[in-house]
């Protein structure tokens, strides 16, 4: 199946898409991350604020990180190769970024852009571990994917066979 061909479903069936693919592993463990990111470039300013922070990034980070790493998802096989690729690491990361900074800008986030910082820097990371993840059967949601304690067993090999 092609990148072309996989995004025009989505965008197609963007309901059933999300349904099937809604990645809720992938929203809980940004939502923690990201939102500690954002607290933490706030806490300085006060508890109040730094939590604010935190509930407005929840708001938005739980449902968009759950869709973008269906879209994750959904490439992670499609060709070419490197169109699934970049699609997973320069295009949802990119539009998930855009979705972040208009949110906190409209939340008036104080400190926006030391948030913003960090949290693009987390993704240059955590996009390619992602990819690499989902081509393991890793962090997976819908049929044939495991529970969070297959995904840390499948993670913990993939680390033991790695160091070996």
């Known amino acids: 199946m092609t990148v072309a061909h996989v995004i025009g479903e989505i965008v197609r069936h963007p309901v059933r898409f999300l349904r099937a693919r809604w990645n809720w592993k992938a929203a809980t463990l940004s939502a923690i991350m990201r939102g500690a990111i954002f ?19 929840a708001a938005f980070r739980i449902p968009m990180a759950g869709a973008c ?36 800008s409209i939340a008036r986030t104080p400190m926006l852009w030391r948030g ?4 693009i820097g987390l993704s240059v990371l955590s996009s390619a571990i992602e990819l690499f993840l989902m081509r393991r059967d890793v962090m997976l949601v819908g049929p044939g994917s495991g529970s969070v304690a297959t995904d840390l067993k499948r993670l913990y090999h993939l680390t033991r066979s790695r160091s070996t």
Do not use: K, Y
Request: aromatic share 6%.
């Open 39 to 57: 607290f933490g470039a706030t806490l300085n300013l006060g508890l109040a604020t730094a939590s604010w922070t935190l509930l407005v990034d």
């Open 69 to 104: 790493a269906a879209v994750v998802q959904d490439v992670r096989w499609a060709e070419p190769r490197w169109g699934g690729v970049a699609t997973a690491v320069v295009v949802v990361p990119v539009a998930s970024h855009a979705i972040e900074i208009t949110a906190h």
């Open 116 to 119: 913003v910082g960090a949290s």
